[in-house]
């Protein structure tokens, strides 16, 4: 038995295989989690029911699980800052700075080769999508 935050044996396993450099989407419930990624990347159904998990509450655990270089999310086609964002910003701190995309070339980067890992959350929030890329350990 683990005595760490994060306990998922199917994540776990799929961010043990990723390196620096390899990103982790945490897609909400509107995203197309079987077309809008790379077909090589891991897919880990953690959307039990709309509302559960969020994609706050993965990425909190995460976070403890892997280093972080860089953040990028999905920018609404109107502009803005999606109410999700704030609670990402909390949990990243100042070092790591949210980064958007315009939504076509996010789902260009979510196809792309250096997707190892999309978790699908049951997160109804609109642009609560969230790309990370894994840092190195020094």
């Known amino acids: 038995m683990l005595r760490y935050p994060l306990l998922h044996p199917p994540l776990l396993s799929a961010l043990a295989t990723a390196g620096h450099g390899s990103r982790v989407l945490l897609a909400d419930a509107n995203y197309a989690h079987?077309?809008?990624?790379?077909?090589?990347a891991e897919l880990v159904h953690l959307n039990l029911r709309p509302g559960l998990l969020t994609?706050?509450?993965v990425l909190e655990p995460l976070l403890t699980a892997v280093p972080v270089e860089a953040v990028h999310t999905m920018r609404p086609d109107e502009?803005?800052?999606p109410p999700a964002?704030?609670?990402y910003e909390r949990l990243l701190?100042?070092?790591l700075p949210l980064r958007p995309l315009a939504r076509q070339d996010f789902y260009d980067a979510c196809r792309g080769p250096e997707l190892a890992v999309c978790?699908?959350?049951?997160d109804g929030r609109l642009?609560?999508?969230?790309?990370?890329t894994i840092g190195?350990?020094?």
């Open 85 to 87: 964002w704030a609670g």
């Open 55 to 57: 994609v706050d509450q």
């Open 79 to 81: 502009g803005g800052t």
């Open 93 to 95: 701190g100042p070092e």
């Open 119 to 122: 978790v699908a959350t049951g």
């Open 136 to 138: 190195f350990v020094a």
């Open 34 to 40: 079987r077309t809008n990624v790379h077909h090589r």
């Open 127 to 132: 642009y609560a999508n969230v790309l990370l």
